[in-house]
């Protein structure tokens, strides 16, 4: 009786398994060019990108007090020290228009117009078979999401604070340059 009761029970669908719900996307893991980037389109790895058409491996991360503004500047070489220059061939810097010390985010399309809250990129690189640099200033779209933004007694006199998050920034330049991951820097105050 119990097996006629069970087989009738998985003909009229008693015993149906239900699906777990649906887990939300894992981030991607690569990032192409767009005039419109989102925050969810940013890869979970460290930042990488092409600038003029060229690969850019990131070596240093860090936020940099410049000029009355905080900087996060992305190099393809590390510096001797915190709060060195680094003797990069490529940098990337973006100023960043949120309260120090405030966990925030920012997203602007390349048809956004540039105010006071969205900050403004550029990007300079040595020119090849050459000492000079060149810089390049061209329209942008962007995605920047601090996590987290920690300020701290300086571990050396430079060293002010501590930062986790992403950032995605395309260039409408003629190679489409672009930078984009996640990092996890020190702020510093020359």
Same mark, same amino acid.
């Given at each position: ?17 239900? @699906? *777990? /719900? !649906?887990?939300?996307?894992?981030? #991607? ?5 767009? =005039? ?40 393809? @070489? *590390? /510096? !001797?020290?915190?709060?060195?220059? #680094? ?5 990337? =810097? ?39 640099e060149a810089s390049k200033n ?53």
């Open positions: 009786m119990c097996l006629l009761g069970l087989a009738l029970c998985a003909l009229t669908g008693c015993l149906r398994h239900t @699906a *777990a /719900p !649906a887990a939300c996307p894992p981030p #991607p893991q690569t990032f192409m060019w767009s =005039e419109t980037p989102t925050l969810d389109q940013i890869p979970a790895s460290p930042i990488t990108g092409m600038i003029n058409g060229k690969p850019f491996i990131v070596k240093m991360v860090r936020v940099d007090h410049k000029l009355d503004d905080l900087w996060l500047d992305m190099a393809d @070489a *590390a /510096p !001797a020290w915190e709060a060195a220059i #680094p003797n990069s061939k490529v940098e990337v =810097e973006l100023s960043i228009k949120i309260p120090q010390g405030t966990a925030s985010s920012i997203v602007k399309a390349l048809k956004d117009p540039e105010d006071a809250t969205t900050g403004h990129p550029w990007y300079h690189y040595k020119v090849s078979g050459s000492k000079n061209p329209p942008w779209a962007g995605a920047l999401e601090i996590d987290e933004w920690k300020m701290a007694p300086p571990s050396y006199a430079f060293v002010t604070g501590h930062l986790k998050g992403k950032v995605a920034i395309c260039f409408n330049d003629g190679a489409k340059s672009w930078v984009a991951g996640t990092f996890d820097c020190i702020e510093i105050s020359n």
